[in-house]
Antibody
Framework: QVQLQESGPGLVKPAETLSLTCTVS?????????WGWIRQPQGKGLEWIGS???????HYSPSLKSRVTISVDTSKNRFSLELKSVTADDTAVYFC????????????WGQGIVVTVSS | QSALTQPPSASGSPGQSVTISCTGS?????????VSWYQQHAGKAPKLIIH???ERPSGVPDRFSGSKSGNTASLTVSGLQAEDEAVYHC??????????FGGGTRLTVL
């Protein structure tokens, strides 16, 4: 059974970099699939941030592309998100998920991690 | 690529059917059959309930069904149960390796 778990700081200062990691268990990232990040501001809808393949091929949301880096570490079976120059608008629950290539759906999801941007 | 449009809320009584719409454009829902729906209970992660417009993953009750017409996809929940009360999100492939979501619809079981 595939499981994903987000980890990282729950509080980030404005203008700094948000860094999160998603550790995958029950499946080898190297075996295939894309792996993605999605966020959800309090009381709002979901926003796709980006997705990465085990080879390193990566796709980003156009609205966040200038500030986002997603990377993968197959040796540790995990992938990571970096979001630069954060503001209060980046405060959200951040989810990681497995992404079915071509079909573009997300399953399963991690439980999510709350990240607050505040000084 | 704009977000998909969903009604903010929907409701129905137990046993009734409710349909939630998800409106996109010719460049996403209108072109690709890559529409998915997610159920999210309060404080929980989203759960996939429909993919590729009409396909239900194993374990998802057949009370949940999906469809598409033109630029609009729909999720129908038949035989409403109390446990169906949740927020429902749609997503779609928008081409050029981009995925977009709707704003979510809160379903209330009266």
């Amino acid at each position: 059974q595939v499981q994903l778990q987000e980890s990282g700081p729950g509080l980030v200062k404005p203008a700094e970099t948000l860094s999160l990691t998603c550790t995958v268990s029950g499946y080898s990232i190297s075996s295939g699939f894309y792996w993605g990040w999605i966020r959800q501001p309090q009381g709002k809808g979901l926003e796709w941030i980006g997705s990465i393949y085990h080879s390193g091929s990566v796709h980003y949301s156009p609205s966040l592309k200038s500030r986002v880096t997603i990377s993968v570490d197959t040796s540790k079976n995990r992938f990571s998100l970096e979001l630069k120059s954060v503001t209060a608008d980046d405060t959200a629950v951040y989810f990681c998920a497995r992404v079915y290539p071509v079909l573009q759906y997300f399953d399963p999801w991690g439980q999510g991690i709350v990240v607050t941007v505040s000084s | 690529q704009s977000a998909l449009t969903q009604p903010p809320s929907a409701s129905g009584s137990p046993g009734q059917s409710v349909t939630i719409s998800c409106t996109g454009s010719r460049g996403d829902i209108g072109t690709y059959n890559f529409v998915s729906w997610y159920q999210q209970h309060a404080g929980k992660a989203p759960k996939l309930i429909i993919h590729e417009v009409t396909e239900r993953p194993s374990g998802v009750p057949d009370r949940f069904s999906g469809s598409k017409s033109g630029n609009t996809a729909s999720l129908t929940v038949s035989g409403l149960q109390a446990e169906d009360e949740a927020v429902y999100h749609c997503s779609a492939y928008a081409g050029r390796d981009i995925v977009i979501f709707g704003g979510g619809t809160r379903l209330t079981v009266l």
